[in-house]
């Protein structure tokens, strides 16, 4: 029996600046903090010739090629894996749909899982790389590198994607202080609005490579707030890094008219008048979850619970991918 598992991941700047439409152009900048919220992948051999999969459906099939679940059939032809005379399981901590970059995580978690039953040693890179190879150039999703990245890595981290597809990594370097004050002041609320991202996503891919000067200015302006959210972490001076996310949030919204919706913004504004410094929807837009920077979570909290939505309280997850038990 092997247990993997992938953390989930909070966007902290920069978002949207990792698609390839982008990046291969102007270099893309973001920083990602992993949370302690994760997706499993269990594996386990049988003594049935036929590949089980089980996840929100289930297929029992006789080879690889029949797997309906394009990422499962994907992963287990890259890593060669049979199939036969083995059961797979996912399960998450937190549903698809909700900006949490489940899939990314999903998608890592698997191919660690396939990759130890086969006892090989991956490197965290080529590990997130055959994770985007899988969903980028094969099943040509119009995502971008943060999911895949942050999951394996785990930590408050950096990421700088080049022109030429090279993905720079680094730690976002804090004192234990503001590390701590941090964890302490994001607080996080499900509204309830569950979506897929493509549709919003896809619109971004297409107005970038057409160089639609809006989007591109949008872009630009957010990978600038990156680069200044990053430096304010490393500062410890978090109210400047409410007013970035605050910023942020706002070149979001005006990137796409599917970002929010009535009750979303309603939430965002009585989230600000009851005492949070800057927010954020997490993720592409349209649902999830909204996240506030506050130093005063009461407040916020009472706030919140009013108004209908469910906090999941959370902390930083520092081990990225990894194998929970191998026996």
């Known amino acids: ?55 929100s459906q289930l297929e029992r099939v006789k080879s690889v090629d029949e797997i309906a679940h394009p990422i499962i059939r994907e992963a287990m032809r890259l890593t060669k894996t049979s199939g036969n005379y083995l059961e797979m399981t996912s399960m ?71 022109r030429d597809d090279r993905v720079v990594v680094e730690p976002v370097r804090m004192s234990n202080e503001t590390l701590a004050n941090l964890e302490d ?11 897929a991202a493509s549709s919003i996503l896809r619109d971004q891919d297409s107005r970038t490579k057409e160089r639609d000067g809006a989007m591109l200015d949008n872009l630009h302006r957010v990978k600038e707030i990156g680069l200044a959210s990053y430096e304010a972490l490393r500062s410890g001076d978090l109210r400047r890094f409410a007013a970035l996310m605050h910023e942020h949030w706002e070149l979001k919204r005006g990137r796409s008219a599917g970002m929010g919706n009535g009750d979303i913004d309603r939430w965002y504004a009585l989230a600000r008048e009851h005492g949070a410094l800057g927010g954020k929807l997490i993720g592409a837009g349209g649902g999830g979850f909204l996240m506030f920077y506050t130093e005063d979570k009461t407040r916020v909290r009472h706030a919140m619970r009013e108004a209908g939505l469910t906090e999941v309280r959370f902390k930083f997850d520092f081990e990225g991918t990894a194998t929970v038990s191998y026996q």
């Open 92 to 162: 998450s901590d937190i549903p698809a749909g909700t900006g949490l970059g489940s899939s990314g995580s999903f998608t890592t978690a698997l191919l660690h899982a396939l990759h130890t039953h086969d006892r090989r040693l991956v490197q965290k890179h080529e590990l997130a790389e055959q994770a985007c190879k899988i969903e980028i150039d094969i099943l040509k999703e119009p995502i971008g590198k943060q999911d895949q990245y942050i999951a394996v890595f785990g930590g408050i981290t950096s990421f700088r994607f080049t």
């Open 1 to 55: 029996m092997i247990i993997a598992r992938s953390p989930l991941r909070i966007s902290l700047g920069g978002g949207g600046t990792d698609l390839p439409s982008y990046y291969r152009e102007h270099e893309g900048f973001l920083i990602a903090a992993a949370i302690n919220k994760y997706v499993y992948i269990t594996l386990h051999e049988t003594f049935v010739e036929d590949c089980i999969v089980k996840y």
């Open 185 to 195: 002041n994001l607080v996080m609320f499900f509204t309830g609005y569950t979506r």
